[in-house]
């Protein structure tokens, strides 16, 4: 049956309007986004379908791509691109739930700070918190984009941009998108050559953290920074 011969209350815009967003399941707010299926089933029976493939994972809904989304039967590339923009709104709508003023204290501050940046990334990418003296942040940047597995970083641009906002302490931060937290001895190596960089330019490495789904690993709370 499609949509239009459901009784009124059980249709997903009219169930909406009538009990409230709380009322929907994730596969009716994602039929309405899709707003109609196929010839051969409905928008609610079509969110069924492409959530049961991320095992209801609306983390795991939000790192598909727009060609992966067209390959289910009745979405299109408008109706893939209205997903990925909503997908996006919500994980940008986490982001500024997070008070930018509060002061970095600890390497779950951080986590806590700048996961939402990761989130739903497939390649790895490097970031920098330049802080006050008193933890405050400065600004948060993107250092470097890589691939799967790696990305350059050239610590001339870190610094640059730390006397440049008048930065006195800053926090490396980058994501392996495979999940691990174990540093690999590249990302050892480069951790202390920007350490001893640091200390050039009177300009402390507070700590590195490594980022993903699972957690994080954090060099200053392992004490490797303290080996520098």
């Not at 059980?10 to 707010?29: C, F, H, I, T, V």
């Amino acid at each position: 049956m499609s949509i239009k011969s459901w009784s009124e209350e059980d249709r997903p815009r009219e169930k909406l309007a009538s009990k409230g967003r709380a009322a929907l399941s994730n596969s009716e707010l994602i039929a309405i986004l899709l707003g109609s299926g196929s010839r051969d089933e409905t928008a609610v029976s079509l969110a069924q379908r492409l959530l049961s493939t991320v095992d209801n994972d609306l983390n795991s809904l939000g790192k598909l791509e727009l060609e992966e989304f067209m390959t289910f039967k009745g979405i299109g590339p408008a109706k893939a691109v209205t997903l990925i923009a909503s997908l996006e709104l919500g994980r940008r709508r986490k982001m500024d739930s997070i008070d930018k003023k509060s002061k970095i204290q600890s390497s779950n501050d951080v986590y806590q700070y700048i996961f939402p940046r990761f989130e739903d990334l497939k390649h790895e990418e490097f970031w920098v918190l330049f802080l006050k003296n008193n933890g405050g942040v400065i600004k948060e940047e993107c250092i470097s984009k890589g691939g799967v597995n790696a990305t350059t970083v050239d610590s001339k641009i870190i610094f640059q941009k730390a006397v440049q906002l008048l930065a006195i302490k800053i926090i490396l931060i980058h994501n392996h998108p495979s999940g691990s937290l174990d540093p690999s001895s590249s990302d050892i190596r480069l951790t202390e050559k920007i350490f001893n960089a640091g200390k050039v330019l009177d300009i402390t490495v507070n700590d590195h953290l490594i980022v993903s789904e699972e957690g994080y690993f954090s060099f200053m709370d392992e004490g490797l920074m303290q080996s520098f």
